[in-house]
């Protein structure tokens, strides 16, 4: 299974936008990329999912380059609720198991 | 509607005792999930159902770690002569059959093995 990195934590303000980089440089002609939330105490939540180019929805922005060997997670305008642990995923058509990594730790602050 | 639902949240048992978890999936989904979450890890796949067959058991820790589905509905992950080191948060998760990459997770049961 191809591997992601993203890092293990940032921190950010309220009302700013955030930007999480995931690597992913073995990516599959068929994996997707999808992007999990977990907060405290609580199970993931899927947010979103790309194959390449943009996607956008109600919580997220999903920007992904033509080489698709990245990611980046974009959170507009931030705040103190969406401190959470943030999953990058690949998962292919058929596959079924979710292969979580650390994720990044996303500390909002006032 | 309904979510996925997990009995007991939490449970405490001694070491070697036996025990079951219990996952509800969301009314219709076929596919259903166990991984757990140890402190301050990731999340580690266990097992999938589809149906009531278990296509991939490959996460299962070791043998003293079963799972089965009945109708279709309801999944109960047993453990059997607990260790201290299966202390864990379990967490189920259902999905369509159509959309794997999209599941949907219960709340999680804690277990503490003392």
């Known amino acids: 299974l191809a591997k992601t990195t993203q890092p293990i934590s940032m921190d950010s303000y309220e009302g700013q936008e955030v930007n999480i980089t995931c690597s992913h440089n073995n990516i599959a002609t068929n994996d997707y990329i999808t992007w999990y939330q977990q907060f405290p105490s609580q199970g993931p939540r899927f947010i979103i999912q790309?194959?390449?180019t943009k996607v956008t929805n109600e919580v997220a922005s999903l920007f992904i380059p033509a080489d698709r060997k990245s990611s980046t997670l974009s959170l507009p305008r931030v705040s103190l609720s969406d401190t959470a642990v943030y999953y990058c995923?690949?998962?292919?058509?058929?596959?079924?198991?979710?292969?979580f990594g650390a994720g990044t730790r996303l500390a909002v602050h006032p | 509607g309904a979510g996925v639902s997990q009995s007991p949240s939490n449970k405490v048992t001694e070491k070697g005792k036996d025990v079951e978890l219990r996952c509800d999936p969301i009314s219709g989904h076929t596919a259903l999930y166990w991984y757990r979450q140890s402190l301050g890890q990731g999340l580690e796949f266990l097992i999938y159902?589809?149906?009531?067959?278990?296509?991939?058991k490959s996460g299962l820790p070791s043998d003293r770690f079963s799972a089965e589905r009945t109708g279709g509905s309801v999944s109960t992950l047993t453990i059997q002569r607990t260790q201290q080191e299966d202390s864990a948060v379990y967490l189920c998760a259902s999905s369509p059959v159509d959309s794997n990459y999209e599941q949907y997770f219960g709340p999680g049961t804690r277990l503490t093995v003392t």
């Open positions: 995923l690949l998962i292919s058509g058929g596959y079924n198991k979710l292969i």
């Open positions: 159902f589809q149906g009531n067959s278990a296509p991939d």
């Open positions: 790309g194959y390449k």
